[in-house]
């Protein structure tokens, strides 16, 4: 096989119909029309000898050569994008479209902080932001769909780029009246399991969350497994337990401050470290070291405004 009669459009196209699993979809996001980028396909697997896809009136599977390849490809597509870069002449800095994952638990709280700053630092940057569970943006970031998240350090770092941005220290969220408020100080040993409301299977927060609880006092949690922290929230409020709260989601004023009381911890600190991750081959790398830098200096100011009072 002569793989020089595939061009990066042919590997374009074969990470397109990977990615959306549908050609009509593939095709939009390419700008063609489906019967061309179909074609592409069809000449690509011939030149192969391999297929990539099967295909049905209803969806496309991608097969488990077609997957392997797919892989390969998006590294091609990505080292191909360095040689525009070394090109062209000095860019500045944030300008273009970047796709940037965020978890759950933290983007509704620190990005409306960020982005207005953000806007103003880099106006020619184009944010395009995507919220979800840990998981499924570092899956993403690894396809090439995000160009980096922002999430706690739960995964394997093999082919990626972390750069720490801060720590977040957890707060505890209880009924009011609840023993642990009335306790002159707080520490994460007083803690106890069968108190504790949780997040549902799939966000990060919910394990720190219970490898915060002392190992001796790690019972049955409650059964009320919340699916946002909004959701945790009102459930503390109407008195089914407590659960830690990451202190930029901490709200003093809000339609519950009544019915919650929010508590730092003394002692050893109780949190998670936040950082932004990248591929390692990722072509702008700069770009998000300088974001990097913008999250750290302008955060402290968040953290701050949020911490919890007695």
């Known amino acids: 096989m002569n793989v020089s009669a595939l061009s ?29 980028l179909s074609s592409q396909i069809s000449k690509v697997e011939h030149l192969l000898g391999v297929k990539l896809f099967e295909r049905s009136n209803r969806r496309v599977l991608i097969t488990p050569d077609g997957k392997r390849i797919a892989d390969q490809a998006r590294l091609v597509l990505e080292e191909a994008a360095k040689i525009a870069l070394l090109a062209a002449p000095a860019a500045e800095p944030l300008c273009g479209s970047l796709r940037l994952g965020i978890i759950a638990t933290l983007g509704p709280y620190l990005m409306p902080h960020l982005i207005p700053k953000l806007r103003k630092t880099f106006p020619k940057l184009q944010l395009l932001l995507r919220e979800g569970l840990t998981a499924d943006l570092v899956s993403d970031l690894r396809s090439g769909l995000l160009d980096a998240v922002i999430a706690a350090p739960t995964f394997a770092m093999d082919g990626l ?62 059964e009320f497994h919340a699916t946002s922290m909004e959701t945790l929230r009102h459930l503390v409020a109407a008195g089914f337990g407590c659960t830690l709260i990451p202190q930029l989601a901490v709200k003093s004023r809000d339609n519950l401050h009544r019915l919650i009381q929010y508590r730092n911890f003394t002692g050893k600190p109780v949190g998670r470290k936040i950082i932004l991750v990248c591929r390692s081959r990722f072509a702008r790398v700069t770009d998000v070291e300088t974001l990097a830098e913008f999250i750290r200096k302008n955060v402290k100011e968040a953290l701050v405004a949020r911490r919890a009072s007695r």
């Open 161 to 222: 780029n972390a750069t720490e941005l801060f720590w977040e220290p957890f707060v505890l969220a209880a009924p009011k009246r609840h023993r642990l408020t009335e306790k002159s100080s707080l520490e994460a040993a007083d803690l106890r399991s069968e108190e504790m409301i949780l997040l549902e299977d799939g966000h990060c927060l919910r394990e720190q969350v219970v490898d915060a609880c002392p190992t001796n006092r790690r019972g049955n949690f409650k």
């Open 8 to 36: 990066l459009r042919d590997l374009e196209y074969l990470v397109a119909v990977a990615d959306h699993q549908h050609f009509g979809r593939a095709a939009e996001a390419c700008h063609v029309s489906q019967p061309a």
